[in-house]
C-alpha cells in the first residue's frame, strides 16, 4: 500500500509541476501579444473581451502540445505582424536601433549648442577702474 500512496504522490508532483511549466508558458505566450482591440496593452495584462477570448485559446494551445512558434504564427496569420509586442528579424533591430542613435545626436545636438552658447558670452570687462 506504501508504494501505491508514494507512487501517487510521486505522479501528483510531476503533474503540478508540469501544470506550473504550462501555465508560466501561456503567461510568456500572452506577454508577447498586444490585445487586438485597442494595441495598448499586452493581452496578459489587458482587461477586454477579445483579451480573455485569446488567453483561453493560448491556455488550449500549450495543453495541445503546440510549440511558442506555431502558437505567435496563428496570430500573426490572423491579426497581421502588429499582434507581437516586439518586432521580428530586421524590424527588431531598427526598433532598438533608432531610439539609442535618436538619443546619442540629440545628446551631441545639446552639447554643441551648449558649447556654442559659452563661446559667445563677451568676456567680463575689468573692473577697478574708478
Known amino acids: 500500500m506504501r508504494g501505491k500512496l508514494g507512487l501517487l504522490a510521486a505522479f501528483i508532483l510531476l503533474a503540478a509541476g508540469l501544470w506550473g511549466q504550462a501555465k508560466d508558458r501561456a503567461r510568456s505566450l500572452q506577454e508577447k501579444l498586444v490585445a487586438p482591440c485597442c494595441w495598448s496593452e499586452s493581452v496578459?495584462?489587458?482587461?477586454?473581451?477579445?483579451?480573455?477570448?485569446?488567453?483561453?485559446?493560448?491556455?488550449?494551445?500549450?495543453?495541445?502540445?503546440?510549440?511558442?512558434?506555431?502558437?505567435?504564427?496563428?496570430?500573426?496569420?490572423?491579426?497581421?505582424?502588429?499582434?507581437?509586442m516586439e518586432p521580428e528579424g530586421e524590424l527588431r533591430l531598427w526598433a532598438y536601433t533608432i531610439p539609442v542613435a535618436a538619443s546619442i545626436v540629440g545628446l551631441a545636438f545639446v552639447i554643441w549648442i551648449i558649447r556654442r552658447m559659452l563661446r559667445q558670452q563677451p568676456a567680463n570687462p575689468a573692473s577697478g577702474a574708478a
Open 44 to 84: 496578459a495584462s489587458h482587461r477586454s473581451e477579445i483579451a480573455a477570448e485569446i488567453r483561453a485559446e493560448i491556455s488550449r494551445m500549450v495543453a495541445e502540445g503546440k510549440s511558442d512558434r506555431e502558437i505567435l504564427d496563428f496570430y500573426k496569420a490572423k491579426y497581421g505582424a502588429r499582434i507581437l
